[in-house]
């Protein structure tokens, strides 16, 4: 009977999570599907499709899939180069999927956790300011392109000739997204609710905006790609680009999904599920795309716990498609604009403005590189360039540093010690080294040490290192306290050099572990472990 209970309770969750995502979706969907040219069926289709079959054929995560704002963006420039011809790019979408399946089989999927902070936080923030910067003059009444030199280059006849029923209706939309109290937004999305409201103000008042228009439910159907070796040649970059930036978007949820479910996704399973799904939504003209974080962070929220949230998801959407085809075509294209900008805003990485002052001027070039490549010149090229560029300057700065040594520190001298003290407080009490400089490329192996840790109530990470931590190391190290703290365990630091020490009392993960975990000297750290453990007699 308990084992029945359990079920329904699980179905309950995933129900509920499943409304909650698709409550977020179905805006999304629609407006990401009018951005990259697609239309908003396609986008609809794109996340109904997607998520029911990466939802099957997944991993057993909540893991809510479609169209997301930097596919929607490659998409676009996709739809732009061919024209908006259909025949011409579905193939390129079919090619890209069959890239992302074949990614899921090579070491890819794991190697993605080894992208500097920095590549990271500039495509981000990149991919924000596209977005921000194509939809502003859909917003004010203007034409869409998909290029941001050619809409920067329009802005001087946008501003002269603005829509202001458009204008005012785009930026009371904005107001909504913005400003709508935290109470209404627990029980409905500030993105729906100004989609509703909005959509009804235009009608209600026959505003002179343009809407989507031209919206039926109709079954999507099969379509023949036309693939040839002239169109494999032509076609491979910006189809290799759009597998790359799905599969590192799906894997980069997966991860965040993993901290929130308390599980270990099988990253290979994920790509595959998400290479597959996204071959049955090129070939049906769907839109592609990835695993959402939002979506599938707002369903673990509500309760969801498995991959039926995601088939659930999909269902949802295609009765609301269905029932609502007429409100859907009422929608105006400046309140989609409205909620896309708004996204944009979102994906900009802002938290990385309060540690800017205090990261190497490395991590600051690398970053200004890949958003200006991003958003001026070519996604992928972009992240290759950042990836090589941080490779090159972290060679650079361990190369410099190799003459300098500090010997204020002596691990040796408390080896017996620190053994003594693990065994005899029976590994309430344990003692970890950094050896090296703790950077992007540490990280990892540094976090793996906490899953090991079972029994552990007090932990002194002892960093001896004379090089100041990075950006990713920054937040690492935020994502290591929040991790302990979790886990109930006390975290102390030994911080031994006089500048690194300084840089991380001038952190705001200071007041997350308070200052009196931070010493200058191991011993001090592990006879105040000893002392919070009630374990005196062992620091005899």
Same mark, same amino acid.
């Given at each position: 009977?308990?084992?029945?209970?359990?079920?329904?309770?699980?179905?309950?969750?995933?129900?509920?999570?499943?409304?909650?995502?698709?409550?977020?979706?179905?805006?999304?969907?629609?407006?990401?599907?009018?951005?990259?040219?697609?239309?908003?069926?396609?986008?609809?289709?794109?996340?109904?499709?997607?998520?029911?079959?990466?939802?099957?054929?997944?991993? &057993?995560?909540?893991?809510?899939?479609?169209?997301?704002?930097?596919?929607?963006?490659?998409?676009?420039?996709?739809?732009?180069?061919?024209?908006? &011809?259909?025949?011409?790019?579905?193939?390129? #979408?079919?090619?890209?999927?069959?890239?992302?399946?074949?990614?899921?089989?090579?070491?890819?999927?794991?190697?993605?956790?080894?992208?500097?902070?920095? /590549?990271?936080?500039?495509?981000?923030?990149?991919?924000?300011?596209?977005?921000? *910067?194509?939809?502003?003059?859909?917003?004010?009444?203007?034409?869409?392109?998909?290029?941001?030199?050619?809409?920067?280059?329009?802005?001087?006849?946008?501003?002269?000739?603005?829509?202001?029923?458009?204008?005012?209706?785009?930026?009371?939309?904005?107001?909504?997204?913005?400003?709508?109290?935290?109470?209404?937004?627990?029980?409905?999305?500030?993105?729906?609710?100004?989609?509703?409201?909005?959509?009804?103000?235009?009608?209600?008042?026959?505003? &002179?905006?343009?809407?989507?228009?031209?919206?039926?439910?109709?079954?999507?159907?099969?379509?023949?790609?036309?693939?040839?070796?002239?169109?494999? /040649?032509?076609?491979?970059?910006?189809?290799?680009?759009?597998?790359?930036?799905?599969?590192?978007?799906?894997?980069?949820?997966?991860?965040?999904?993993?901290?929130?479910?308390?599980?270990?996704?099988?990253?290979?399973?994920?790509?595959?599920?998400?290479?597959?799904?996204?071959?049955?939504?090129?070939?049906?003209?769907?839109?592609?795309?990835?695993?959402?974080?939002?979506?599938?962070?707002?369903?673990?929220?509500?309760?969801?716990?498995?991959?039926?949230?995601?088939?659930?998801?999909?269902?949802? #959407?295609?009765?609301?498609?269905?029932?609502?085809?007429?409100?859907?075509?009422?929608?105006?294209?400046?309140?989609?604009?409205?909620?896309?900008?708004?996204?944009?805003?979102?994906?900009?990485?802002?938290?990385?403005?309060?540690?800017?002052?205090?990261?190497?001027?490395?991590?600051?070039?690398?970053?200004?590189?890949?958003?200006?490549?991003?958003?001026?010149?070519? #996604?992928?090229?972009?992240?290759?360039?950042?990836? *090589?560029?941080?490779?090159?300057?972290?060679?650079?700065?361990?190369?410099?540093?190799?003459?300098?040594?500090?010997?204020?520190?002596?691990?040796?001298?408390?080896?017996?010690?620190?053994?003594?003290?693990?065994?005899?407080?029976?590994?309430?009490?344990?003692?970890?080294?950094?050896?090296?400089?703790?950077?992007?490329?540490?990280?990892?192996?540094?976090?793996?040490?906490?899953?090991?840790?079972?029994?552990?109530?007090?932990?002194?990470?002892?960093?001896?290192?004379?090089?100041?931590?990075?950006?990713?190391?920054?937040?690492?190290?935020?994502?290591?306290?929040?991790?302990?703290?979790?886990?109930?365990?006390?975290?102390?630091?030994?911080?031994?050099?006089?500048?690194?020490?300084?840089?991380?009392?001038?952190?705001?993960?200071?007041?997350?572990?308070?200052?009196?975990?931070?010493?200058?000297?191991?011993?001090?750290?592990?006879?105040?472990?000893?002392?919070?453990?009630?374990?005196? &007699?062992?620091?005899?």
């Amino acid at each position: 009977m308990s084992t029945i209970s359990e079920r329904l309770n699980t179905f309950k969750g995933d129900l509920f999570g499943a409304i909650i995502a698709s409550i977020i979706a179905f805006p999304q969907a629609l407006a990401f599907g009018v951005a990259s040219g697609l239309g908003a069926g396609a986008g609809i289709w794109g996340a109904i499709i997607l998520s029911l079959i990466a939802g099957i054929l997944g991993c &057993n995560l909540p893991l809510i899939s479609g169209p997301t704002g930097p596919v929607a963006i490659i998409t676009a420039v996709i739809v732009a180069s061919v024209g908006g &011809n259909l025949a011409n790019i579905i193939p390129i #979408l079919v090619m890209a999927a069959v890239f992302q399946m074949i990614i899921a089989i090579t070491p890819i999927p794991r190697m993605i956790k080894y992208v500097p902070y920095p /590549v990271i936080s500039g495509f981000l923030t990149g991919i924000g300011l596209i977005i921000i *910067i194509l939809q502003l003059s859909p917003l004010l009444g203007g034409v869409t392109y998909s290029s941001t030199i050619k809409t920067i280059l329009y802005y001087p006849e946008l501003f002269s000739n603005i829509n202001i029923h458009a204008m005012l209706l785009g930026l009371a939309t904005l107001v909504m997204l913005f400003f709508t109290p935290k109470f209404i937004t627990r029980f409905i999305p500030a993105q729906l609710l100004a989609l509703v409201i909005m959509t009804y103000v235009a009608y209600k008042f026959g505003l &002179n905006v343009e809407k989507i228009s031209g919206v039926s439910f109709v079954l999507p159907h099969a379509y023949n790609p036309h693939i040839t070796l002239d169109s494999i /040649v032509r076609d491979t970059p910006i189809a290799l680009t759009l597998a790359f930036i799905a599969t590192s978007e799906s894997l980069l949820t997966g991860i965040i999904m993993d901290s929130l479910a308390k599980i270990k996704h099988n990253s290979k399973r994920l790509v595959a599920s998400q290479g597959i799904g996204n071959l049955f939504c090129a070939l049906t003209g769907s839109m592609y795309g990835t695993a959402a974080t939002m979506r599938s962070v707002a369903a673990v929220k509500v309760g969801a716990t498995t991959k039926v949230s995601a088939i659930l998801c999909a269902l949802i #959407l295609a009765v609301v498609f269905w029932k609502f085809t007429g409100f859907i075509s009422q929608i105006p294209i400046c309140v989609l604009a409205a909620i896309l900008i708004k996204i944009g805003y979102d994906i900009l990485d802002l938290k990385v403005i309060k540690v800017l002052r205090y990261a190497p001027k490395d991590d600051l070039y690398v970053l200004l590189t890949v958003l200006f490549l991003t958003v001026f010149y070519n #996604l992928i090229f972009a992240l290759g360039v950042g990836v *090589i560029l941080a490779a090159l300057l972290y060679a650079k700065r361990i190369a410099d540093d190799t003459n300098i040594k500090v010997n204020t520190y002596s691990p040796e001298k408390y080896t017996d010690f620190e053994t003594k003290i693990e065994r005899e407080s029976h590994y309430k009490i344990r003692i970890l080294h950094i050896d090296g400089q703790f950077f992007f490329g540490s990280i990892t192996q540094i976090v793996s040490h906490f899953d090991e840790l079972l029994e552990t109530e007090y932990i002194i990470l002892n960093y001896s290192s004379n090089i100041e931590l990075d950006m990713s190391a920054i937040f690492a190290l935020e994502d290591i306290i929040v991790r302990l703290e979790s886990q109930k365990i006390k975290l102390y630091l030994a911080i031994s050099n006089e500048k690194v020490f300084n840089q991380i009392k001038s952190l705001d993960v200071i007041s997350q572990i308070g200052e009196d975990s931070l010493f200058t000297d191991e011993n001090d750290a592990i006879k105040k472990a000893v002392e919070a453990a009630h374990l005196e &007699n062992l620091y005899k």
